[in-house]
Structures are given as C-alpha cells and as structure tokens.
C-alpha cells in the first residue's frame, strides 16, 4: 500500500521569500517520488522526481526536494519565490503500485 | 516538448447524458491512463491501459466507464448516464513504460459539469 500526505493545504510566501512545501509519504517497497506543478487551466507538469538514486533532487525553475526516508519525507523547496510559482503543487508517490497516488494538493501564494 | 492533448477543455452535459472525453497520448508512449479531480478533493486513479486493454483499474471505474483506443492515436474515456457526482477535472496521462521511476505526462484536463 502507499499513500502520500501534503501537510498545507495553502502556503503563502512573499516574492523573493523562501518556499517550502511539505509531503510525507507511506509505501510498502522502495517508493519512486515525484513534484508535479499545475498552473491555472494548464496540466500537469513534472518538476523532479526521486528514484533511488540521489537523496537530493533538483528540479526545474530552481525547485529542488529532498529524500529523507527516516522521516519519510520528499519537502519541496525554492531558495527565492517567483510571482510566476503560484499554482498548485502535487506530491506523488509510486511504490508497491505502478499506479501513482497523488496527494491533496498545495496552492502555493506568492504575494508582490 | 511532446505534449499529452486533451479535449475539449470544457464540457457540459445533462445529467443522464453519455460524454466522450478525449486525449492523444505522446506517441511513442505505450501507457495510458485516466485519473479525475473533483473540486476540493484529492486527484483519483480511474483506469490504465495497455495493448488495447484495461491493466488496471480502481473502485470509481465502474460499469459506468469504458476506454477505448479506436485509432491508434486517440484513447477516449466514455461515461454513460452521468450523475451530478461526475462532475470532476479528467485528466488524462501517459508513460513510456509502466515502471514506477518513470515519470508520467499530463494533459491540462477536461472540466467535465454535469447539470
């Protein structure tokens, strides 16, 4: 079984702020984890994943998420918020299922 | 960038009424699937696909649904006698392969109101 939890349903940051966006998750096997961004009336884009290899995982526009299984997390950070980052971000996990389970959701504000 | 297509964008439908919604996966893409996201709520696995044929499916997808991939291109989800609780954004995905460290391409969905 697997299952992934997003701790903010909301995090609201200031431009230029630091953003961190929190996932735990629960897997029976080695999990695969991912980040996936929605924009407003847009898809589903992938910004990094983990598989197994580098515990540290960069992303794309400067996102980058760490795998710490002693805590089973996969937090999803950026150094300096952009107005460009608001959307919804998803965590999502693979693990005794191919099939991926997404979390709820976080709508990430970033304020001018 | 190869993009998985979805349309239409947006659909409105009466309640009893059967609704197509249809995707064209990445081509050389061998997986697909359906998942859907009720406002508020988490997004939700619906159904896999591969070789012309249901690999995996969840408790939602039931008789209600089907898939098909009538062309070769095109892989649709149909919903026969929607219900108001249909109401959802579809998304539709695909993959290379199955395997779990890969990652999966989204369409940008299709809102789907029931009235």
């Known amino acids: 079984a697997q299952s992934v939890t997003q701790l903010d349903s909301h995090v609201s940051v200031s431009e230029g702020t630091p953003v961190l966006l929190r996932c735990n998750y629960s897997?029976?096997?080695?999990?695969?984890l991912f980040w996936y961004v929605q924009h407003p009336n847009k898809g589903l884009q992938l910004l990094l994943k983990y598989t197994s290899a580098a515990t540290l995982v960069k992303g794309i526009n400067g996102f980058e998420a760490e795998f710490k299984k002693s805590e089973t997390s996969f937090h999803l950070t950026k150094p300096s918020a952009h107005m460009s980052d608001a959307a919804e971000y998803f965590c999502v996990v693979t693990g005794g299922s191919y099939i991926p389970t997404f979390g709820r959701g976080t709508s990430l504000i970033v304020h001018p | 960038e190869p993009e998985v297509t979805q349309t239409p964008s947006h659909q409105v439908t009466q309640m009893g009424q059967e609704v197509i919604l249809r995707c064209v996966p990445i081509s050389n893409h061998l997986y697909f699937y359906w998942y859907r996201q009720i406002l508020g709520q988490k997004v939700e696995f619906l159904v896999s696909f591969y070789n012309n044929e249901i690999s995996e499916k969840s408790e939602i997808f039931d008789d209600q649904f089907s898939v098909e991939r009538p062309d070769g291109s095109n892989f649709t989800l149909k919903i026969r006698s929607t219900k108001l609780e249909d109401s959802a954004m579809y998304f539709c995905?695909?993959?290379?392969?199955?395997?779990?460290?890969?990652?999966?391409?989204f369409g940008s969905g299709t809102r789907l109101t029931v009235v």
């Open positions: 897997s029976s096997y080695s999990p695969s």
């Open positions: 995905a695909s993959s290379e392969v199955g395997y779990t460290n890969y990652g999966y391409t």
